[in-house]
């Protein structure tokens, strides 16, 4: 985008190169498309789009493949870490990250993720955290918040008969082999500068050959919450963050001299 007047001729914003130009599928208001320009912006600026592998998972997620300009491949529902740990055995030269939902990584996904993390395979994971299955029409997740209301959850969540949403951040910090575990919110502009910081201490995690990393990312989904776009990100605010607090839950001590 250009602003341009008599006087004044300045561009203020440029499509990432490790973005294609294209069209997405994704929901007007979904901020997914946010979470893509930071990790596109964090790969140019640290000159790593000529060697990154990335993995699509299975979800609203599952295009990314046409999303950003670098190799992908397409993972089984839930087995992204799996493939990008041998994708990143096979080509350690390589940066390689996944790229998933809640649907995914923290239900059919959960077994992958834990065992990723705990042998502390140096791969990087952003996982978006948007509180319900959003490519098959808003039905409860994991990360449902207790009472919410989704499609197979018309009543709310019932923590007695449904079980507790998962707080995936402080679960993985929990294990051996995990050096970065953060959470960072969508829903404002602060929130964005503060994600984007995370992600690239993600990936300089993965540079320094630390470990697993993985970066969690509390998303709007306006479409499946049943709001305007801008009522969901006061969601975030007022319902999301309190049950899922932003922080660094683990962090690696040799991270302390890293300046993003």
Not at 46 to 75: H, I, P, W
Not at 135 to 145: E, K, R, V, Y
Request: aromatic fraction near 8%; glycine fraction near 10%.
């Amino acid at each position: 985008m250009t602003i341009t007047a008599p006087e004044l001729e300045k561009t203020i914003y440029t499509r990432p190169e490790s973005l294609t130009s294209v069209q997405t599928h994704y929901c007007p208001g979904c901020t997914h498309g946010v979470a893509h320009r930071l990790v596109a912006e964090v790969l140019d600026e640290m000159g790593l789009r000529e060697k990154t592998v990335g993995v699509a998972s299975v979800g609203c997620s599952v295009f990314a493949y046409n999303y950003f300009e670098v190799d992908f491949v397409q993972a089984p529902h839930g087995r992204a870490p799996a493939m990008a740990t041998g994708v990143k055995r096979v080509l350690p030269d390589r940066t390689v990250f996944t790229y998933q939902g809640d649907g995914d990584m923290a239900s059919i996904g959960m077994g992958e993720i834990v065992a990723a993390a705990a042998r502390g395979e140096n791969i990087t994971v952003i996982f978006i955290n948007n509180a319900n299955y959003g490519m098959t029409g808003g039905q409860m997740a994991p990360t449902t918040l207790p009472g919410q209301k989704t499609t197979s959850s018309p009543n709310g969540r019932d923590v007695e008969t449904q079980g507790y949403p998962v707080r995936a951040a402080e679960l993985l910090a929990t294990l051996e082999g995990t050096s970065y575990s953060v959470r960072r919110s969508l829903h404002d502009p602060k929130g964005i500068r503060n994600a984007k910081r995370a992600i690239r201490t993600a990936f300089e995690v993965q540079q320094r050959g630390l470990g697993f990393s993985m970066v969690e990312l509390l998303s709007i989904c306006p479409t499946n919450w049943g709001m305007s776009a801008i009522n969901a990100m006061h969601w975030i605010e007022e319902k999301m963050i309190p049950f899922y607090p932003l922080g660094d839950y683990k962090v690696h001590p040799m991270l302390a001299e890293v300046k993003i």
